[in-house]
């Protein structure tokens, strides 16, 4: 599509993007985090848009379970081999999120680069790193983490596969004790892995030391079967992702080797003598790794939902506003506008958050390289919370944009179900959000309880900050609408922590008390991951070097998410004092002036996100606008349509027809 060829363009669209005050390029860098990046992005996505391997032949809804699963695999083949083509010169592991929407529904490769490789990295030792790591990234093996079992998800301590070292032969024993141990559910388990880690409890010289990972072979890597004493297998279809092969793994008394441990942080030596790490907790650091990730693809996910969302209310005409006049853009109204612009928002507010804490985590884990490993739970625990409020924001903002596009935003072909799908799941992978979510909990009431100990911590810092609760800002700007949600967070901390003590003082212990108190230490986790994702949003956009326009519209949507927030949890604000009734009123009055003031940028603003047609995937939302033809062209792919009479008629519905006659 040439964008500057307003001839093929929809008139709404035309006279949208004429409204535009801003800089549409400056905000793409942003978005990107820099033109250097934009220009890379494009230049990758130029290499896949116009390779026709990454054509579907019919759309993939049509095809089955097994055709889905071989063409996206196809695609996936085809796509780490053009990226490791050295003349290309990209490193796939850099430029993740340049590739999102080329493969449609679920990678079967996807583990094997989020984790698969990435716990070779950080739970390998050089030697191991020489043997396997080489050898993935060529991707001569191929790789998944196994670690979810069907007893066991979320308390990873419950695992049941076990390890046990025979120091007769310095092998280990892989042993799938019970029906509930059975592996189930990593990602390209199924059919395309030939290894995968494996999380299993290590035993030695009679003793359990709790889930470590060691790395399996499971297929020969000539026949790709799989191998004696193994049972590998697909789980079946899901809610999305149905072009992946999730699967399931038992081992009957299956033999590694000793140094198929990962023995980066802890080893067991030859004579069977466990050598412990660090941090007990250094073994969960490829979840840690992939939940930072996950806010930067939520963030993806919510881009893709929103441009089509905001593009289609523009071109789209229903009812009136004015009785008699024409039908206006569904845009124009405003329970529209609610809808979509703070999932824009939302956007911003994620992308600022998750190189945050990427920042933060590249410095983590230098040092951890000189053994420092202070700001271990500081890192899980902003990692847990963002991971769960990027996906639960992301998952919802999907949905509402869904839902703005009435009944056209239903079907596949709008491309919103599959993001819904492939956004939800995220809720769930990777730490369920309510168990990441009483881990922030935890770190917060334990370092209430320790204000005046200096651990570094900063993002906990203002829980020792007992003056500002009296102190209730009157004024209105984005630091003491910040600030604001710094007291909430900080008076349901104290709330829990008194309500937590008082059971205890009542002579209940202290696990009981923690359950009980549980829905409202899940309300600190998130007014907590909040606060953070505000502030970062508020003084990033605070401190950029901007042009005017680009700064003006930041700054409104900035603005925009924290009212926006603050009205879905009012009580809260209110409760603590933070703000008034009648403050919370003006609020939501100006909620309403900003949602006039962005609605003219909105097209614009999405068009910033730069998401190509052809990897946006949607009826909905091309550039052009062109939305009905598109619907009409694609209903026509569909295989009932082949024939005017399809042969189920004659089968079913005219005996039935007849049956009374
Ligand atoms: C890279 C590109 C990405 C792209 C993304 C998209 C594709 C992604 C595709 C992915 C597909 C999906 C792939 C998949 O889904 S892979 C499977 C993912 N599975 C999970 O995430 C399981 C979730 N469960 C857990 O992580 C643990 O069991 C939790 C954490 C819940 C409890 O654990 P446990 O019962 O053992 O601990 P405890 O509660 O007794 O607490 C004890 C202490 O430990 C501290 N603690 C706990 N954890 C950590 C930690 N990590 N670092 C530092 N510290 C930690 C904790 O604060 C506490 O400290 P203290 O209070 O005592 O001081
Ligand atoms: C699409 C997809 C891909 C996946 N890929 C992989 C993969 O590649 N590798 C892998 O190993 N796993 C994978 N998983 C598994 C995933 O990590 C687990 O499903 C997840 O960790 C949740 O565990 P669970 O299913 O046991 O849920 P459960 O823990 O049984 O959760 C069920 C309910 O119990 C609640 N609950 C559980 N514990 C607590 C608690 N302590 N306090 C309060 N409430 C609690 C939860 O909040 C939830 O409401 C995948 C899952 C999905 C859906």
Avoid at 9 to 26: A, H, S, T, V
Avoid at 61 to 71: C, G, K, Q
Avoid at 184 to 208: E, F, H
Avoid at 574 to 588: D, F, H, M, Q, Y
């Amino acid at each position: 599509m040439d964008k500057n060829n307003e001839r093929e363009c929809n008139e709404d669209l035309i006279r949208e993007r004429r409204k535009c005050n801003f800089n549409i390029e400056e905000l793409t860098n942003i978005v990107d985090g820099g033109k250097a990046r934009t220009a890379r992005r494009r230049e990758i996505q130029r290499l896949l848009i116009n390779d026709p391997e990454f054509l579907d032949e019919i759309p993939q809804d049509y095809m089955s379970h097994e055709d889905r699963y071989s063409n996206e695999l196809r695609k996936s083949a085809h796509l780490m081999q053009k990226l490791a083509d050295q003349e290309s010169g990209h490193d796939i592991h850099q430029d993740i999120g340049a590739l999102t929407g080329i493969l449609k529904d679920g990678n079967p490769l996807m583990v094997h680069l989020s984790m698969f490789i990435p716990a070779i990295l950080g739970q390998a030792n050089s030697e191991q790193q020489e043997k396997w790591l080489g050898r993935s990234l060529r991707n001569e093996i191929i790789g998944t983490y196994a670690q979810t079992e069907l007893g066991h998800g979320t308390f990873v301590r419950g695992l049941e596969t076990r390890a046990t070292y025979d120091p007769t032969v310095e092998e280990f024993v892989l042993h799938t004790p019970t029906i509930t141990a059975t592996k189930w559910w990593p990602g390209g388990l199924g059919k395309t892995c030939n290894y995968c880690v494996v999380m299993a409890q290590l035993y030695t010289q009679g003793r359990c030391y709790g889930p470590h990972p060691f790395i399996v072979q499971l297929r020969d890597e000539e026949t790709h079967r799989s191998l004696p004493g193994i049972t590998l297998g697909e789980i079946g279809p899901r809610l999305g992702l149905n072009s992946n092969d999730n699967g399931f793994l038992k081992f009957e008394n299956h033999r590694i080797p000793r140094t198929n441990m990962l023995m980066k942080h802890s080893q067991v030596l030859k004579d069977g003598t466990y050598v412990k790490p660090l941090h007990n907790k250094l073994s969960y650091g490829t979840m840690m790794l992939v939940r930072v990730g996950i806010v930067g693809a939520c963030s993806r996910s919510l881009q893709y939902a929103v441009t089509i969302a905001t593009r289609y209310s523009a071109v789209r005409h229903q009812s009136e506003i004015v009785p008699g006049q024409p039908e206006p853009q569904i845009l124009d109204y405003q329970t529209q506008q609610y809808k979509v612009i703070p999932q824009i928002a939302s956007v911003f507010a994620l992308i600022f958050s998750a190189r945050s804490l990427s920042k933060i985590q590249s410095s983590v884990t230098a040092k951890l390289k000189d053994g420092n490993t202070d700001l271990l739970p500081e890192l899980h625990s902003l990692s847990s919370g963002l991971k769960a409020l990027s996906s639960s924001d992301a998952s919802w903002g999907v949905e509402v944009c869904r839902l703005a596009c009435g009944g056209h935003g239903y079907l596949a072909s709008s491309n919103l179900p599959r993001t819904y799908t492939g956004t939800t799941c995220a809720i769930t992978y990777e730490g369920e959000n309510t168990v990441l979510l009483l881990q922030v909990a935890r770190y917060l009431i334990k370092s209430y309880r320790s204000i005046g100990k200096e651990t570094g911590a900063s993002s906990v810092s203002y829980l020792a900050d007992q003056t500002s609760l009296a102190s209730s800002s009157s004024s209105f700007s984005n630091k003491a609408l910040v600030q604001a949600f710094k007291l909430s967070a900080l008076s349901l901390v104290a709330e829990a922590e008194a309500r937590l003590q008082k059971l205890c003082d009542m002579g209940q212990e202290f696990y009981h008390a923690w359950n009980y108190c549980s829905v409202l230490l899940l309300k600190c986790a998130e007014a907590h991951t909040r606060y953070y994702i505000c502030e970062k949003y508020e003084q990033t956009v605070d401190s950029l070097k901007a042009s005017e326009g680009v700064k003006n519209v930041l700054q409104s949507l900035c603005r925009l998410y924290l009212i926006y927030h603050i009205t879905l949890t009012h009580g809260d604000f209110l409760k603590c004092g933070a703000l008034t009734p009648r403050n919370i009123a003006v609020l939501e009055g100006e909620m309403c002036d900003l949602l006039a003031v962005l609605r003219p940028q909105a097209v614009s603003i999405v068009d910033a996100f730069d998401i190509p047609d052809e990897l946006l995937g949607s009826t909905l939302g091309c550039w052009d606008g062109n939305v009905y033809q598109r619907l009409y062209d694609e209903a026509l792919k569909s295989p009932l349509n082949k024939t005017d009479v399809p042969d189920a008629y004659y089968k079913y519905l005219l005996p039935l027809m007849k049956s009374s006659l």
